[in-house]
């Protein structure tokens, strides 16, 4: 399990994120404050405020996701 912050300030960027994340084989969920949402469903990311910081969690690995993930962090980048 991996975790990264980062902010998804537009609906673009959203789209562009669970687009990404539905081409890995293993769970992806965002959370904010206690509010979990599959990262894979753009209904649920685009429910979120998507002002606000929000943790990402993987649960796999997939070099080209990660890499994309770090290029948008706000914080500490996936390992």
Same mark, same amino acid.
Not at 9 to 20: D, L, M, P, Y
Not at 42 to 62: A, F, K, M, Q
């Given at each position: ?7 998804? /300030?537009? &609906?673009?960027?959203?789209? #562009? %994120? $669970? ?6 084989? %293993?769970? &992806? ?6 509010? $979990?949402?599959?990262?894979?469903? &753009?209904? /649920? $990311?685009?429910?979120?405020?998507? @002002? @606000?910081?929000? *943790? $990402?969690?993987?649960? /796999? #690995?997939?070099? #080209?996701? #990660?890499?994309?993930?770090?290029? &948008?962090? *706000? /914080?500490?980048?996936?390992?």
């Amino acid at each position: 399990m991996k975790e990264v912050k980062l902010k998804l /300030g537009t &609906i673009a960027e959203a789209k #562009e %994120f $669970v687009s990404k994340a539905s081409k890995c084989d %293993f769970d &992806i969920d965002i959370f904010y404050n206690s509010v $979990v949402i599959d990262g894979k469903s &753009i209904l /649920g $990311v685009l429910s979120l405020d998507l @002002r @606000r910081e929000l *943790t $990402v969690r993987i649960y /796999g #690995e997939d070099l #080209e996701f #990660e890499t994309y993930l770090n290029s &948008i962090a *706000t /914080g500490s980048k996936v390992a």
